[in-house]
T-cell receptor, first 111, second 112 residues
Framework: SQQGEEDPQALSIQEGENATMNCSYK?????LQWYRQNSGRGLVHLIL?????REKHSGRLRVTLDTSKKSSSLLITASRAADTASYFC???????????FGTGTRLTVIP | EAQVTQNPRYLITVTGKKLTVTCSQN?????MSWYRQDPGLGLRQIYY???????DKGDVPEGYKVSRKEKRNFPLILESPSPNQTSLYFC???????????FGPGTRLLVL
């Protein structure tokens, strides 16, 4: 399966701490994306990193990609209670027309 | 405002009663898709459409139908719903299947 797999499944931290989530995948990719989902709502795109990129930043988000290890990490710095959500990685595959989503990491930020 | 809309947002129905969930986008996207989300299984793609009159199966197409007669609309049809189709459904659109996806707010379906 090309589906990404997030780790950990759940993460609980105090407000102000950093949160790190990981995604591993199985096949070669062209890009990897991270999405956020607030409880029961639609997913919101956070960041896209292409296979020839190693790191990307967007505000308090930092994404890294290691294609040799087939893994990516999402770092949220100085977390806030509003960051409480589920985070999903999504990968394409060489020749694929679609994205494949993982099962997500549930992040809880305690005020 | 750029958005993907879905209707209805909540639906309770009975086994075998045909239903349609509508999806519409106002971003002139060519690509649209449907996903279902179940606890522990993440998002699984049901069907997708690369353009008008072009549709294809995703990972879990059984029991579903779609059509793409206009660029903006991509309805999901359950001709004979069964309890195992109880789920949270999302429509999404984008410029391409592997590009940034824009998701609708979701439709929560309960089949009794």
């Amino acid at each position: 399966s090309q589906q990404g797999e997030e780790d950990p499944q759940a993460l609980s931290i105090q407000e102000g701490e950093n949160a790190t989530m990981n995604c591993s995948y199985k096949t070669s990719i062209n890009n990897l994306q991270w999405y956020r989902q607030n409880s029961g709502r639609g997913l919101v795109h956070l960041i896209l990193i292409r296979s020839n990129e190693r790191e990307k930043h967007s505000g308090r988000l930092r994404v890294t990609l290691d294609t040799s290890k087939k893994s990516s990490s999402l770092l949220i710095t100085a977390s806030r209670a509003a960051d409480t959500a589920s985070y999903f990685c999504a990968t394409d595959g060489t020749g694929a027309n679609n994205l494949f989503f993982g099962t997500g990491t549930r992040l809880t930020v305690i005020p | 405002e750029a958005q993907v809309t879905q209707n209805p947002r909540y639906l309770i129905t009975v086994t075998g009663k045909k239903l349609t969930v509508t999806c519409s986008q106002n971003m002139n996207h060519e690509y649209m898709s449907w996903y279902r989300q179940d606890p522990g299984l993440g998002l699984r793609q049901i069907y997708y459409s690369m353009n008008v009159e072009v549709t294809d199966k995703g990972d879990v197409p059984e029991g579903y139908k779609v059509s793409r007669k206009e660029k903006r609309n991509f309805p999901l049809i359950l001709e004979s719903p069964s309890p195992n189709q109880t789920s949270l459904y999302f429509c999404a659109s984008s410029w391409g299947g592997t590009e940034t996806q824009y998701f609708g707010p979701g439709t929560r379906l309960l089949v009794l």
